[in-house]
């Protein structure tokens, strides 16, 4: 396949899983600010604007439009619904000769249909949109697509981008309790409260909640689960690294990051939880920057043999 091809195909999976995130995240928080008037609305925005890698304004006060103008409908801040949308039709586009008539179809419509602005008292429904669209476009890959390169391409970049955006969410529980959201909220943010209800039967606490989305190898949206995917497809993409002596580097990181979650104790995880997540978000940024080596270089030039004279 050719590098241009698999990278495609690895950013339209991690920009159709990033715009399933970021709607999930934004349709909870916002939800919690209408549903309790005693949170602080600046500091809750800014909460999740960090949460998104975006550096907030210093001065100006924050409220729920501005949030949903610059993380759900702004085309041109890549952190957006919109930019992860247009990105992923993008991609497609320069990989039409691969991808199916039925993601291209999916993707351009959705594009299509991306609104510049949301009514006040329609974002949920938008939400919910982004995460429809987004399960079909997958749900037509895992439905039509063969299981080999094209599609653990595109798994790839689910694995890697669902790893990185759960590390955010649980990287929230570092701000002052007033602005953060409980552990119910980032449950409900990664689709997980009824499948931590069905493993724990109780009310959420630290420990458990943490130790579910960190460790439950059942549920997909975990840190581990998402990881063990990402190493399946790297192993599978390429067999026969890692037989003898030192795993490729992307599978070294990434085992890295599975082996300091399994063997210890989740009391010492939880004791500085927001580091340990912002570790997570480092070494997934280096994995993804050593796939990017491996599979798609830049840097190669062509070289031309001529005839000998």
Do not use: K
Not at 94 to 110: D, G, K, P
Not at 280 to 285: D, E, G, K, R, Y
């Amino acid at each position: 396949m050719l590098s241009r091809i698999a990278e495609a195909l690895f950013w339209i999976g991690r920009y159709v899983e990033r715009s399933d995130g970021t709607a999930r995240i934004l349709d909870v928080h916002l939800q919690l600010l209408l549903e309790d008037p005693w949170v602080d609305e600046d500091a809750a925005c800014r909460n999740i604007l960090g949460v998104m890698g975006t550096e907030p304004p210093p001065d100006a006060v924050l409220g729920r439009d501005q949030v949903i103008d610059l993380l759900a409908v702004d085309r041109e801040h890549p952190a957006s619904i919109a930019f992860s949308i247009g990105a992923a039709r993008e991609n497609a586009r320069r990989a039409r000769e691969i991808v199916s008539t039925e993601l291209w179809e999916v993707l351009n419509e959705t594009y299509a249909r991306m609104p510049r602005r949301i009514a006040h008292d329609r974002d949920h429904e938008f939400f919910r949109w982004v995460r429809d669209r987004a399960a079909l476009a997958i749900g037509v890959v895992e439905s039509s697509l063969s299981r080999d390169d094209v599609w653990q391409f595109f798994s790839l970049g689910r694995a890697i981008e669902r790893t990185d955006m759960t590390a955010r969410l649980l990287a929230t529980r570092s701000v002052p309790e007033g602005a953060s959201p409980s552990w119910t909220t980032i449950l409900r943010s990664c689709g997980g409260y009824e499948a931590y209800l069905r493993s724990y039967r109780g009310v959420p606490s630290s420990r458990s909640a943490a130790e579910f989305l960190l460790l439950d190898r059942l549920f997909p949206r975990t840190v581990i689960a998402s990881i063990t995917r990402a190493e399946e497809c790297l192993r599978e993409l390429d067999p026969n690294q890692g037989r003898v002596g030192v795993p490729a580097p992307a599978r070294r990181l990434l085992g890295q990051i599975r082996s300091n979650l399994e063997y210890r104790p989740i009391g010492e995880l939880l004791d500085d939880l927001p580091g340990e997540m912002e570790s997570v978000q480092a070494l997934t940024s280096q994995v993804s920057e050593a796939i990017r080596a491996r599979y798609f270089p830049t840097d190669a030039m062509p070289v031309w043999t001529g005839e000998v004279s």
